[in-house]
């Protein structure tokens, strides 16, 4: 078992910034794909970014690209979103996810093998 929990989540202004970061405890976490997903009412989770257990490869969703970075410490066992250039819709629930057999490209919700408890992202206009 890999336990995720999330924290960083928060109100911001539109244009502001936030970083998320995601704990991560149970089995070898270092050897996991680590990534973000996210929900706003009413829509399908959706992915946001993913990187590598090596950090070798990473994949952002078009929506994202160029505003947030994902990374990850494995000696802390934790992963980070940075959040920058934030805009009213990508107002959201925030997942991390963990995904053992991810190492780059696509990454559906239904491969993840854990998921945290998700944290509320709000940006106002």
């Known amino acids: 078992q890999v336990q995720l929990v999330e924290s960083g989540g928060g109100l911001v202004q539109a244009g502001g910034s936030l970083r998320l970061s995601c704990a991560a405890s149970?089995?070898?976490?270092?050897?996991?794909?680590m990534g973000w997903f996210r929900q706003a009412p009413g829509k399908e989770r959706e992915f946001v970014t993913g990187?590598?257990?090596?950090?070798?490869?990473?994949n952002y969703a078009d929506s994202v690209k160029g505003r947030f970075t994902i990374s990850r410490d494995n000696a802390k066992n934790t992963v980070y979103l940075q959040m920058n250039s934030l805009k009213p819709e990508d107002t959201a629930v925030y997942y991390c996810?963990?995904?053992?057999?991810?190492?780059?490209?696509?990454?559906?919700?239904?491969?993840?093998?854990?998921w945290g408890q998700g944290t509320q992202v709000t940006v106002s206009s």
């Open positions: 990187i590598s257990w090596n950090e070798v490869s990473t």
């Open positions: 996810a963990a995904n053992r057999f991810w190492s780059g490209g696509d990454w559906y919700a239904s491969h993840s093998n854990y």
């Open positions: 149970g089995r070898t976490f270092t050897y996991y794909g």
